[in-house]
Nanobody, 115 residues
């Protein structure tokens, strides 16, 4: 069973940076999966933030374009999200998952941006 463990969140001031990590384990051929980061703020639906395909192409939500960078290390079965120039509206719980073969959601990692 695939397990996803997100980490790296925290409390940061406006304009600050954080780097999130998501480690996948348990029966996943990580390298062939398109991986994505999602986020969910209280009272809202989970939204797609960024994707990184097996071919290493990337896509971003307009709200984070130019500020966030998604990357991956297939040798470590890990996907990253570098977040710069953080804004209060980036406050949410962040999750990762496979795009093609989504597993059960992990616990996520909380990002709180204070103004």
């Amino acid at each position: 069973q695939v397990r996803l463990v997100e980490s790296g969140g925290g409390l940061v001031q406006v304009g600050g940076s954080l780097r999130l990590s998501c480690a996948a384990s348990g029966g996943i051929i990580f390298s062939i999966n398109d991986m994505a980061w999602y986020r969910q703020a209280p009272g809202t639906q989970r939204e797609l933030v960024a994707t990184n395909t097996s071919g290493r192409s990337t896509n971003y939500a307009n709200s984070v374009k130019g500020r966030f960078t998604i990357s991956r290390d297939n040798a470590k079965n890990t996907v990253y999200l570098q977040m710069n120039s953080l804004k209060p509206e980036d406050t949410a719980r962040y999750y990762c998952n496979s795009v093609q073969y989504p597993a059960s959601w992990g616990q996520g990692t909380q990002v709180t941006v204070s103004s």
